[in-house]
């Protein structure tokens, strides 16, 4: 079973985010990438500088909704019916458009253990979730955490 890091923000993310709260700018959550690119031995400031993934390998469209709690959840499920290579998950990505219609990378989680997914076979479907959770309390105390709903 896979295991992973908490997301980090990245610096572009950080500075929407911070535009938003301060009512200058707007962001909506677009989709969640799936990727195999391995930043599992980046450090947190190399991963925080990513503007892009480079493998898009699986791409969900992200669902945001608020739980019980009033956290903040951005859900992404995708399926392998369009994969014809096998790859590891590695990094999850989660994307944002800004109010010009602009398309960034917002946060990041790596894994210190991949999840497989297989090509199609023509016969079974392996479907694959990935949760980013924002618990905002203050705007000095931004939270970012993970939950994986599905595994492959």
Not at 33 to 50: E, K, M, N, P, R
Not at 72 to 88: M, P
Not at 113 to 140: E, R
């Amino acid at each position: 079973m896979a295991s992973y890091n908490t997301p980090i923000i990245t610096t572009q993310g950080q500075s929407l985010l911070k535009a938003t709260i301060a009512n200058n700018d707007t962001m909506t959550f677009t989709k969640i990438v799936f990727s195999s690119d391995d930043y599992s031995q980046s450090t947190d400031s190399s991963v925080a500088s990513l503007t892009a993934l480079s493998s898009l390998d699986l791409t969900a469209t992200a669902r945001a909704f608020v739980d019980v709690n009033d956290n903040l959840k951005i859900r992404g499920v995708a399926n392998n019916q369009n994969t014809t290579s096998a790859f590891y998950i590695k990094t999850y990505g989660i994307y944002v458009k800004n109010s010009a219609g602009t398309e960034m990378l917002f946060a990041v989680a790596t894994t210190q253990n991949a999840n497989f997914v297989p090509a199609y076979n023509n016969k079974q479907t392996n479907q694959v979730a990935y949760t980013f959770n924002l618990a905002i309390s203050s705007t000095s105390n931004i939270t970012l955490s993970n939950q994986t709903d599905v595994d492959v």
